[in-house]
C-alpha cells in the first residue's frame, strides 16, 4: 500500500461543477501540500497546511490530521482548471508524493 | 526574484553515457531536494541537500549522485544510463531544511531527460 492514496485517478468534469479530490495518508506528517502540475511538467504549490482549511479564489484545501484525509475542493469549476493535481506529505527532509489526479474540465 | 532554475530542460542521451542536471535555487533558499518522475507516476524522493550536505536519500541505485555548491546551486549526477532512467527530474528548493517548522517548497519546471 502507498504511503500517500489520492482519489479518484482520473476526473471528468463539465464547467460550473464543483469538484473534490480526496488524499488519505499513512505516515506521520508536519504538513501536507496540494500541487498542480500542467502537462509541460512545472508543478505549482497550490497549498501548504498543518491544520483545517485554507482558502485561495476558487481552490479550498482541508485537512483532518487525526483521520489522516485531505480534501481539495474546487468551486465553479473551469477549463483551465484542467491538470493533474497532486497530494505530497511532508516528512523531516522529503516529500513523498501520491500519484495524482487527472482533472479534465470540459467547456 | 527568479525563481527555482533548472538546465537543460530537455535532454537526449544514449544508453551508457552520463549525465549531468543542474539546479539553482530561489535566493536565500538553503536546501535543495530532487525528485524523479516516471511517466504517469507521482515525483520519487531521490536526494535533499541543506548547507551543502546530504540531509536525506531514496531509493535510488549509487549510480545517482549529487552535491550542493556554496552558492547552494546543485548538480544530480547519474552515471550508467539506463532506458528507465528516461522521466522528469525535478528540483525543488526551500528556505531550510524541515523539523520544528515547516517550510514550503517551490519546484523548478523540470529536466525532461530522454535515454535511447
Known amino acids: 500500500k502507498n504511503e500517500v492514496e489520492q482519489s479518484p485517478q482520473n476526473l471528468t468534469a463539465q464547467e460550473g461543477e464543483f469538484i473534490t479530490i480526496n488524499c488519505s495518508y499513512s505516515?506521520?506528517?508536519?504538513?501536507l501540500h496540494w500541487l498542480q502540475q500542467h502537462p509541460g511538467g512545472g508543478i505549482v504549490s497550490l497549498f501548504m497546511?498543518?491544520?483545517g482549511k485554507k482558502k485561495h479564489g476558487r481552490l479550498i484545501a482541508t485537512i483532518n490530521i487525526q483521520e489522516k484525509h485531505s480534501s481539495l475542493h474546487i468551486t465553479a469549476s473551469h477549463p483551465r482548471d484542467s491538470a493533474v493535481y497532486i497530494c505530497?506529505?511532508?516528512?523531516?527532509?522529503?516529500?513523498?508524493f501520491g500519484k495524482g489526479t487527472l482533472l479534465t474540465v470540459n467547456p | 526574484d527568479a525563481g527555482v532554475t533548472q538546465s537543460p530542460t530537455h535532454l537526449i542521451k544514449t544508453r551508457g553515457q552520463h549525465v549531468t542536471l543542474r539546479c539553482s535555487p530561489i535566493?536565500?533558499?538553503?536546501?535543495v531536494s530532487w525528485y524523479q518522475q516516471v511517466l504517469g507516476q507521482g515525483p520519487q524522493f531521490i536526494f535533499q541537500y541543506y548547507e551543502k550536505e546530504e540531509r536525506g536519500r531514496g531509493n535510488f541505485p549509487d549510480r545517482f549522485s549529487a552535491r550542493q555548491f556554496p552558492n547552494y546551486s546543485s548538480e544530480l549526477n547519474v552515471n550508467a544510463l539506463l532506458l528507465g532512467d528516461s522521466a522528469l527530474y525535478l528540483c525543488?528548493?526551500?528556505?531550510?531544511?524541515?523539523?520544528?517548522?515547516?517550510?514550503?517548497?517551490?519546484f523548478g519546471s523540470g529536466t525532461r531527460l530522454t535515454v535511447v
Open positions: 497546511l498543518s491544520s
Open positions: 505516515v506521520g506528517i508536519s504538513a
Open positions: 505530497a506529505v511532508c516528512g523531516n527532509y522529503k516529500l513523498t
Open positions: 525543488a528548493s526551500s528556505l531550510r531544511q524541515g523539523a520544528l517548522r515547516v517550510y514550503g517548497y517551490t
Open positions: 535566493s536565500g533558499h538553503k536546501s
